[in-house]
């Protein structure tokens, strides 16, 4: 899917998908020409990975990145 659907798909604006490629904290994603795809378990499995219990498990990995 384009930048726009992933971005719709995780909640989030398309610059902050652009963001997060350009500082490689995003999801893998395919550029072909200038246009950027990702595919839909590579979404899913960024949104696993992102996955807390609680408030200090994300300060922790927030510290160890």
């Known amino acids: 899917m384009d930048t726009a ?3 719709k798909y995780l909640g ?4 902050t998908m ?7 904290t ?3 994603y395919h550029k072909i ?3 950027v795809f990702y595919r839909k378990d ?4 960024f949104i696993e990975a992102s996955r807390t219990t ?3 498990d ?4 927030r510290k160890a990145a």
């Open 26 to 28: 995003g999801c893998p």
């Open 58 to 61: 994300y300060r922790a990995k």
């Open 54 to 56: 609680s408030t200090s």
């Open 12 to 15: 989030v604006s398309p610059k």
């Open 33 to 35: 020409g200038k246009a």
């Open 5 to 7: 659907n992933a971005a």
């Open 18 to 24: 652009a963001i997060m490629r350009s500082m490689g």
């Open 42 to 45: 590579d979404l899913d499995a």
